[in-house]
Protein backbone atom coordinates (compact mmCIF):
# COMPACT_ATOMS: atom_id res chain seq x y z
CA UNK A 1 0.00 0.00 0.00
CA UNK A 2 1.10 3.35 -0.25
CA UNK A 3 2.10 5.42 3.42
CA UNK A 4 3.45 8.45 4.14
CA UNK A 5 4.62 9.03 7.84
CA UNK A 6 4.98 12.67 9.51
CA UNK A 7 5.09 13.21 13.53
CA UNK A 8 1.52 14.12 14.44
CA UNK A 9 2.70 17.35 16.79
CA UNK A 10 5.21 19.22 17.09
CA UNK A 11 6.58 22.39 19.65
CA UNK A 12 9.09 24.61 19.25
CA UNK A 13 9.67 28.06 20.41
CA UNK A 14 9.40 31.46 18.25
CA UNK A 15 13.23 32.45 16.63
CA UNK A 16 14.13 28.84 17.33
CA UNK A 17 14.41 26.45 14.38
CA UNK A 18 12.18 23.23 13.40
CA UNK A 19 12.67 20.29 11.03
CA UNK A 20 9.82 17.78 10.46
CA UNK A 21 10.44 14.55 9.02
CA UNK A 22 7.86 12.86 6.37
CA UNK A 23 8.82 9.23 5.17
CA UNK A 24 7.16 7.85 2.26
CA UNK A 25 6.42 4.45 0.23
CA UNK A 26 4.24 4.95 -2.85
CA UNK A 27 3.93 3.28 -6.17
CA UNK A 28 6.43 5.66 -8.02
CA UNK A 29 7.02 9.06 -7.37
CA UNK A 30 6.33 12.15 -9.76
CA UNK A 31 7.26 14.89 -6.67
CA UNK A 32 6.99 15.62 -3.03
CA UNK A 33 4.69 18.71 -2.20
CA UNK A 34 5.15 20.39 1.05
CA UNK A 35 1.93 22.85 2.28
CA UNK A 36 0.77 24.54 5.09
CA UNK A 37 -2.49 24.84 6.13
CA UNK A 38 -3.79 26.95 8.61
CA UNK A 39 -6.77 25.98 10.79
CA UNK A 40 -10.05 26.23 8.72
CA UNK A 41 -8.44 27.49 5.83
CA UNK A 42 -6.97 26.05 2.37
CA UNK A 43 -3.65 24.25 1.81
CA UNK A 44 -0.97 26.81 0.47
CA UNK A 45 1.98 25.65 -1.05
CA UNK A 46 5.47 25.59 0.31
CA UNK A 47 7.62 23.87 -2.15
CA UNK A 48 7.86 21.03 -4.63
CA UNK A 49 11.25 18.35 -4.53
CA UNK A 50 11.29 16.14 -7.64
CA UNK A 51 15.67 15.84 -7.35
CA UNK A 52 17.74 14.92 -4.27
CA UNK A 53 18.81 17.64 -2.58
CA UNK A 54 18.06 21.07 -0.68
CA UNK A 55 15.55 23.54 -2.16
CA UNK A 56 15.84 26.93 0.02
CA UNK A 57 13.23 29.59 -0.04
CA UNK A 58 13.19 31.96 2.28
CA UNK A 59 12.81 30.71 5.65
CA UNK A 60 11.77 27.75 4.76
CA UNK A 61 14.07 24.94 3.35
CA UNK A 62 12.68 21.30 1.93
CA UNK A 63 14.89 18.26 1.46
CA UNK A 64 14.43 14.73 -0.72
CA UNK A 65 16.26 12.01 -0.77
CA UNK A 66 14.47 9.74 -3.15
CA UNK A 67 16.70 6.48 -2.44
CA UNK A 68 15.49 7.03 1.21
CA UNK A 69 11.77 7.46 0.81
CA UNK A 70 12.84 10.65 2.84
CA UNK A 71 11.95 14.56 3.03
CA UNK A 72 11.97 17.43 5.45
CA UNK A 73 10.81 20.75 6.16
CA UNK A 74 13.04 23.04 7.62
CA UNK A 75 11.95 26.49 8.83
CA UNK A 76 13.88 29.00 10.11
CA UNK A 77 13.64 32.06 12.85
CA UNK A 78 10.10 30.44 13.94
CA UNK A 79 7.13 33.35 13.96
CA UNK A 80 4.10 32.94 15.79
CA UNK A 81 2.46 32.79 12.73
CA UNK A 82 4.22 29.61 11.59
CA UNK A 83 1.70 28.00 14.25
CA UNK A 84 -0.26 25.49 11.69
CA UNK A 85 -0.42 22.25 10.32
CA UNK A 86 2.31 20.91 7.62
CA UNK A 87 1.50 18.61 4.95
CA UNK A 88 3.57 16.08 3.38
CA UNK A 89 2.71 15.18 0.01
CA UNK A 90 3.60 13.19 -2.71
CA UNK A 91 2.88 12.74 -6.58
CA UNK A 92 2.69 8.95 -7.52
CA UNK A 93 3.95 7.60 -10.96
CA UNK A 94 0.18 7.27 -11.94
CA UNK A 95 0.06 11.73 -10.62
CA UNK A 96 -2.40 11.04 -7.73
CA UNK A 97 -1.55 12.65 -4.57
CA UNK A 98 -0.97 10.68 -1.34
CA UNK A 99 -1.53 12.71 1.53
CA UNK A 100 0.42 12.93 4.46
CA UNK A 101 -2.03 13.41 7.95
CA UNK A 102 -0.23 16.49 8.39
CA UNK A 103 2.19 17.73 11.39
CA UNK A 104 0.69 19.80 13.89
CA UNK A 105 3.10 22.79 14.86
CA UNK A 106 2.63 24.64 17.72
CA UNK A 107 5.28 27.77 18.29
CA UNK A 108 5.02 28.90 22.09
CA UNK A 109 6.79 32.78 22.90
CA UNK B 1 -7.82 7.90 9.18
CA UNK B 2 -10.34 9.37 7.38
CA UNK B 3 -10.44 8.31 4.14
CA UNK B 4 -11.52 10.25 0.59
CA UNK B 5 -11.65 8.92 -2.71
CA UNK B 6 -11.79 10.18 -6.34
CA UNK B 7 -13.39 8.70 -9.46
CA UNK B 8 -12.27 9.05 -12.41
CA UNK B 9 -8.34 9.13 -11.27
CA UNK B 10 -7.91 10.81 -14.73
CA UNK B 11 -9.75 11.62 -18.18
CA UNK B 12 -9.16 12.69 -20.95
CA UNK B 13 -11.82 14.00 -23.35
CA UNK B 14 -12.75 16.83 -26.02
CA UNK B 15 -13.49 19.55 -25.90
CA UNK B 16 -17.38 20.96 -25.66
CA UNK B 17 -17.61 17.57 -23.62
CA UNK B 18 -18.76 17.36 -20.05
CA UNK B 19 -16.92 15.65 -17.54
CA UNK B 20 -18.50 14.17 -14.20
CA UNK B 21 -15.50 13.71 -10.83
CA UNK B 22 -17.20 12.04 -7.76
CA UNK B 23 -16.00 12.46 -4.72
CA UNK B 24 -16.64 9.96 -2.07
CA UNK B 25 -16.31 10.06 1.99
CA UNK B 26 -15.79 5.97 2.46
CA UNK B 27 -15.63 5.71 6.51
CA UNK B 28 -17.12 8.66 8.05
CA UNK B 29 -19.88 11.10 6.96
CA UNK B 30 -19.26 14.37 5.33
CA UNK B 31 -21.15 17.17 5.82
CA UNK B 32 -19.51 19.50 4.05
CA UNK B 33 -17.13 18.74 1.20
CA UNK B 34 -14.70 21.38 -0.93
CA UNK B 35 -13.71 21.42 -4.48
CA UNK B 36 -10.44 22.48 -5.39
CA UNK B 37 -8.17 23.00 -8.50
CA UNK B 38 -4.51 22.88 -8.93
CA UNK B 39 -2.15 24.21 -11.46
CA UNK B 40 0.97 22.42 -11.44
CA UNK B 41 3.49 23.83 -8.60
CA UNK B 42 0.62 26.11 -7.63
CA UNK B 43 -1.21 26.28 -4.22
CA UNK B 44 -5.30 24.36 -4.25
CA UNK B 45 -7.41 27.16 -5.34
CA UNK B 46 -10.57 26.40 -3.30
CA UNK B 47 -13.50 26.47 -6.12
CA UNK B 48 -16.88 25.71 -3.98
CA UNK B 49 -18.13 24.56 -0.56
CA UNK B 50 -20.75 21.89 -0.81
CA UNK B 51 -23.15 21.29 2.22
CA UNK B 52 -25.30 18.45 1.63
CA UNK B 53 -28.94 19.22 1.02
CA UNK B 54 -28.01 22.58 0.00
CA UNK B 55 -26.40 24.34 -3.26
CA UNK B 56 -23.13 25.17 -3.44
CA UNK B 57 -21.29 28.40 -2.59
CA UNK B 58 -18.90 29.08 -5.03
CA UNK B 59 -16.09 31.45 -4.73
CA UNK B 60 -15.56 34.37 -6.30
CA UNK B 61 -14.59 34.27 -10.15
CA UNK B 62 -15.73 30.61 -10.36
CA UNK B 63 -18.65 30.21 -12.90
CA UNK B 64 -21.22 28.22 -10.81
CA UNK B 65 -23.51 27.10 -14.50
CA UNK B 66 -19.99 25.86 -15.70
CA UNK B 67 -19.19 23.62 -12.67
CA UNK B 68 -21.92 22.28 -11.46
CA UNK B 69 -22.05 20.81 -8.02
CA UNK B 70 -24.40 17.90 -6.11
CA UNK B 71 -23.87 16.94 -2.61
CA UNK B 72 -26.72 14.78 -2.76
CA UNK B 73 -25.86 12.40 0.18
CA UNK B 74 -23.61 12.87 3.24
CA UNK B 75 -20.77 10.50 1.41
CA UNK B 76 -20.76 11.99 -2.03
CA UNK B 77 -20.54 15.40 -3.68
CA UNK B 78 -19.94 15.45 -7.98
CA UNK B 79 -18.26 18.00 -9.75
CA UNK B 80 -19.19 17.99 -13.39
CA UNK B 81 -17.45 20.12 -15.79
CA UNK B 82 -19.61 21.15 -18.63
CA UNK B 83 -18.62 22.36 -22.00
CA UNK B 84 -14.96 21.43 -21.11
CA UNK B 85 -12.03 23.42 -23.07
CA UNK B 86 -8.53 23.08 -22.98
CA UNK B 87 -7.84 26.14 -20.47
CA UNK B 88 -10.08 23.81 -17.97
CA UNK B 89 -7.32 21.08 -18.13
CA UNK B 90 -6.42 20.89 -14.24
CA UNK B 91 -5.96 18.58 -11.11
CA UNK B 92 -9.21 18.71 -9.05
CA UNK B 93 -8.96 17.58 -5.63
CA UNK B 94 -12.16 17.73 -3.51
CA UNK B 95 -11.72 16.97 0.30
CA UNK B 96 -14.47 16.16 3.46
CA UNK B 97 -15.36 17.57 6.50
CA UNK B 98 -16.90 14.93 9.28
CA UNK B 99 -20.32 15.43 11.21
CA UNK B 100 -18.67 16.30 14.19
CA UNK B 101 -17.62 19.73 12.72
CA UNK B 102 -14.23 18.99 13.63
CA UNK B 103 -12.06 22.11 11.58
CA UNK B 104 -9.43 18.98 9.97
CA UNK B 105 -10.55 18.40 6.17
CA UNK B 106 -9.60 15.11 4.71
CA UNK B 107 -8.49 14.98 0.99
CA UNK B 108 -9.48 12.83 -1.86
CA UNK B 109 -5.96 11.61 -4.38
CA UNK B 110 -7.60 13.73 -7.11
CA UNK B 111 -8.55 13.59 -10.69
CA UNK B 112 -6.44 15.29 -13.70
CA UNK B 113 -8.11 16.36 -16.26
CA UNK B 114 -7.04 16.82 -19.76
CA UNK B 115 -9.20 18.30 -22.50
CA UNK B 116 -8.25 17.91 -25.90
Known sequence: GQNIDQPTEMTATEGAIVQINCTYQTSGFNGLFWYQQHAGE????????????????GRFSSFLSRSKGYSYLLLKELQMKDSASYLCVVMDSNYQLIWGAGTKLIIKP | GAVVSQHPSWVICKSGTSVKIECRSLDFQATTMFWYRQFPKQSLMLMA????????????????DKFLINHASLTLSTLTVTS??????????????????NSEQFFGPGTRLTVL
Open chain 2, 49 to 64: TSNEGSKATYEQGVEK
Open chain 2, 84 to 101: AHPEDSSFYICSARDLTG
Open chain 1, 42 to 57: APTFLSYNVLDGLEEK
